[in-house]
RNA sequence: GCGGGCGUGAUGGAAUGGUAGACAUACCAGACUUAAAAUCUGUUGGGCCCUGUGCCCGUGUGGGUUCGAGUCCCACCGCCCGCACCA
């Protein structure tokens, strides 16, 4: 008898893996290839629970897939720039750049106990030279081919992190990484065309039928595509300049409703009068102060301030509405301008009763309804209406009907285009940051903006750089920024603002297929390896880092860095749950929360008690790790008391992938339990004497069901079945008395069916049972269908679709003969009590029906 | 507000429209042990008559489609997520 010892077992492997080189992809045309990829990690320093669950999920997939004779690659990198070093260096006065390299290493070194397939010779960094020098080139490339410019713009200010957010990076008024509140500033900055893309990367969403369509849905709604009349309202008495007032609408079939204009505080007209009128002026800056304040966000509060300029009604030159400057308009979307129908639109009825503006129905729910509102009566577009002051189109008719009518008319009738919108704004890619890839670009007196010649990439980040002074260290370092014009050659100042780290984010996957090459990719290997397979990481970046790289994969591609077949970079995507904890918490003599770690709490039950003094302590149950909360575990405490293999098997045994998993001491402690059983089932086999045994063939059958459950369980991501699956068969095997032979053959098609997730010690029993070279090229078991079907199968009869009996028949037997052995079923006789069925329902093989 | 998802035992969760609760946890009982741990075995949705190889109810609530619904359709309730003065 002998123990299971992950500590050897693992180790052992692992460096037998490495010595062979087994994980190493290699192009070669003769293979079939398959790219897994997990997202990449932050370099942090340490890794946790979350890590270990993505990286685990793709390298079952990327195991399973090289068990099936694919070529598979399956790399690991760093998404190294950000902010996180920057501060490390002000609070302890570490270089971000040995801060982040020493982070890289310490993770590694965690990583690589647990056992990962991954090609480790293709491992990136963002922060590397070597890497940057790259996406400096292509930067140069994409402003060549019209894709990047630079504009002076609004922009986000944090100012904590003292630098730009752009859009997507700003939530709910808030710096999405500080959570301070969100200035308005106005600076030159790059920016990335994404919104020429708008239509692209939208209609390209339905060819992604491996993403989720939470994800496809979440992109859809974040590009905004909008279907409106964009027209100008002729205006009186308005300054020079302003005779006329664009607006866009996506409801021009309320035109007739229209009781005011509104304009942004941002608008063109605002400003001029803002210089003239002191109470404009006023108004405004009130405006811009408040879009930031908590108070406003959280009341949102319309306010209005009637400018006295009045237009005219295009349909009804007599008909003259007032101008407002409005606190809700928005100068970045549509004109900036918009008419309010206060009958049809929530926001506009409360601006109207509060300014006491007319509110006008066009359409009303039916032909009797009361023409006065006391509230926006707004249907969905879907819904037919009855137009009381429609202008084109039917009396009864959907909002959408009418819409398209409504375009139609104005267009013929020269009031306005249709027009198609999106939300989408361009990506601003400036950050005044130090620990980024430099924009490549250098500010000549007499050239103006001029790209670093590529020959003179990489533009290095100088090392020597102090952060004792807040803002950006690369605007205070004169030598570094001290360059000569690539055009002109006379004296000429670097870029001090740095790229955004989304960029890096954006085509690491493509580097990935070529990770040494002196371009940024090599066309027949990114040919060969694109496109990413599956793609694996958190449903956080849905939005961000998924939306830019789609956008980047196409500029690239224009660029000439990748092919067109790469567009779409990811041909699947899978979001996997966090992993969380219960939380234990306690209160100290003053009544504040204190919380405790796992490993100082004992459970007992439903109940937990601190391990020193035995005090109960409250369990709030899952939440996601988090070290204020105190609810984390370690993967290398883990790792050292059970060992890799149990820390793989539990993150994907208890809940679905996409779900959260709830960590649990003693879900840990039964997946070891049950990799020692499997181990002394191997043990006990090896001990068997050859005698035959009895029940051969029900063993072969269990074990062939078993390879075709666990192989469909991996192929559709149902792991958490697949393992229940493998939990059943251990169990069948562990009583089996079928010979040694048979057994053996068991327990070698059980390892290799665990492998994926337990491969180590699935490797040492394929050794110990004398399997054939390694488990893990070894290939996947096929399950034989002639075994997957019963010779007898167990029908349970329904009366009236409630089950009453059981019956046994041969797997053949034909519908009729299954229906005269039901109703001769002594049940099925005592329920029917005489009366003749009025129908019977047989589906082979699964179920009997009688209907009474 | 708009959009989407989800509601199944004490718990995490299984279930191509076909025996609801697989598998695991927890609990309880038993074996082994001086004892404990470990290991192994077994029970566990609720109720009724406990006589069964018995009956009734049961997948948030109410309705519908179907021979048959956790699964499909409609309405409602609850929870979660994303977006949000988007014209």
């Avoid at 269908?785 to 019956?807: F, S, Y």
Wanted: glycine share 8%; proline share 6%; hydrophobic share 40%.
């Amino acid at each position: 008898m002998t123990r299971y010892t992950p500590s050897e077992i693992e180790a052992r492997w692992q460096a037998v893996w490495e010595r062979d080189g087994i994980f190493r992809a290699v192009r070669s045309a003769d293979k079939p290839k398959y790219y897994v990829l997990e997202m990449f990690p932050y370099p942090s320093g340490r890794i946790h629970m979350g890590h270990v669950r993505n990286y685990t999920m793709g390298d079952v997939i990327s195991r399973y897939k090289l068990a099936q004779g694919f070529n598979v690659l399956h790399p690991m990198g760093w998404d190294a720039f950000g902010l996180a070093a920057e501060n490390a260096a002000m609070q302890k006065g570490i270089h971000p750049g040995v801060w982040t390299y020493q982070n890289i290493e310490d993770m590694k070194t965690q990583m690589k106990p647990l056992g990962f397939s991954l090609d480790w010779s293709r491992e990136i960094a963002t922060c590397h030279p070597e890497y940057y020098r790259h996406q400096q080139a292509m930067f140069i490339d994409m402003i060549d081919a019209g894709l990047i410019y630079r504009k002076n713009a609004v922009v986000n200010w944090d100012p904590v992190d003292m630098t730009v957010l752009a859009n997507e990076q700003v939530e709910q008024g808030r710096g999405w990484r500080s959570g301070a509140l969100v200035e308005r500033r106005e600076l030159t900055q790059w920016f990335f065309k994404i919104s020429d893309y708008s239509e692209e990367l939208l209609s390209a969403l339905d060819g992604l039928e491996n993403w989720p369509a939470k994800v496809r849905l979440m992109q859809e709604n974040w590009i905004g595509k909008s279907r409106g009349l964009q027209f100008a309202f002729s205006t009186v008495d308005a300054p020079e300049g302003h005779d006329r007032i664009e607006v866009y609408t996506t409801r021009p079939d309320t035109l007739l409703g229209a009781s005011f204009v509104g304009i942004s505080p941002d608008h063109p007209l605002a400003k001029v009068l803002e210089r003239d009128d002191e109470a404009v002026a006023a108004f405004v800056t009130e405006c811009r102060k408040g879009g930031t304040t908590e108070e406003a966000i959280e009341t949102g509060e319309k306010l209005g301030f009637d400018t006295g300029i009045r237009v005219r009604h295009p349909f009804d030159t007599a008909q003259e509405l007032p101008v407002y400057i409005a606190n809700f308009i928005l100068m970045d979307y549509g004109t900036g301008a918009v008419f309010g129908c206060p009958a049809h639109d929530v926001r506009d009825f409360e601006f109207a009763t509060k300014y006491d503006l007319p509110i006008i129905a066009t359409f009303l729910p039916s032909e009797d309804s009361d023409e006065n509102l006391s509230e926006a009566f707004v249907p969905a577009k879907t819904e037919k209406v009855f137009y009381i002051r429609g202008f084109a189109g039917e009396s009864w008719q959907t909002g959408n009907e009418a819409i398209d009518a409504a375009i139609a008319f104005c267009e013929s009738n020269g009031v306005g285009q249709g027009v198609t919108k999106y939300r989408l704004r361009d990506w601003g890619l400036s950050r005044q940051r130090y620990w980024g890839c430099p924009i490549p670009v250098v500010h000549c007196d007499e050239c103006g903006v001029v790209p670093e010649k590529k020959e003179n990439l990489p533009v290095k980040l100088p090392e020597d750089v102090s952060f004792d002074i807040p803002g950006n260290p690369l605007d205070r370092h004169m030598e570094w920024r001290t360059t000569p014009c690539p055009a002109c050659g006379k004296q000429a100042l670097r870029e001090t603002d740095t790229m955004d780290t989304f960029v890096d984010s954006s085509w690491y996957y493509a580097r990935f297929t070529a990770p040494r090459a002196d371009t940024p990719t090599v066309m027949e290997d990114a040919e060969y390896w694109m496109n990413v397979d599956q793609y694996i990481g958190g449903v956080e970046h849905a939005i961000l880092h998924l939306l830019y790289a789609r956008f980047f994969a196409r500029a690239m591609q224009i660029t000439g860095h990748l092919p067109k077949s790469a567009i779409e970079p990811f041909d699947a995507l899978f979001t996997q749950g966090m992993v969380t904890h219960a939380i234990y918490r306690s209160t100290d003599t003053g009544g504040r929360p204190v919380f405790h770690y796992p490993e100082e709490v004992e459970t007992k039950g439903d109940k937990a008690f601190l391990e020193d003094s035995g005090a109960e302590v409250e369990i709030i149950p899952s939440a996601k790790m988090s070290k204020s909360k105190n609810n984390v575990v370690d993967p290398l405490n883990i790792i050292s008391s059970f060992g890799a293999d149990t820390a793989r098997w539990f993150v994907l045994s208890d809940s679905p992938p996409e779900r959260d998993v709830e960590w649990t001491a003693s879900g840990a402690e039964a997946a070891h339990k049950h990799l020692s059983r499997v181990w002394n089932i191997s043990d006990r086999i090896t001990a068997m004497d050859d005698a035959a045994g009895t029940g051969d063939d029900d063993l072969l059958r269990a074990m062939h069901k078993t390879i075709h459950d666990v192989t469909m369980g991996i192929e559709s991501f149902g792991f958490n079945a697949a393992i229940a699956k493998l939990y059943g068969f251990t169990a069948t095997l562990q009583k089996s008395t079928a010979g040694k032979t048979i057994q053996r053959e068991a327990i070698k098609t059980l390892a290799q069916l665990m492998s994926p997730m337990t491969p180590h010690l699935a490797e040492d029993i394929w050794a110990t049972q004398g399997g054939e070279g390694l488990i893990a090229t070894a290939p996947w078991p096929q399950a034989d269908d002639a075994m997957l079907v019963d010779d007898t199968v167990t029908l349970p009869i329904q009366v009236n679709g409630k089950r009453r009996a059981e019956i046994e028949v041969p797997a053949e037997m034909n519908k009729d003969e299954i229906e005269k052995l039901a109703l001769a079923h002594e049940a099925v006789i005592r329920i029917l009590d005489g009366n003749a069925p009025k129908k019977v329902i047989v589906v082979p093989g699964r179920i009997v029906n009688v209907v009474v």
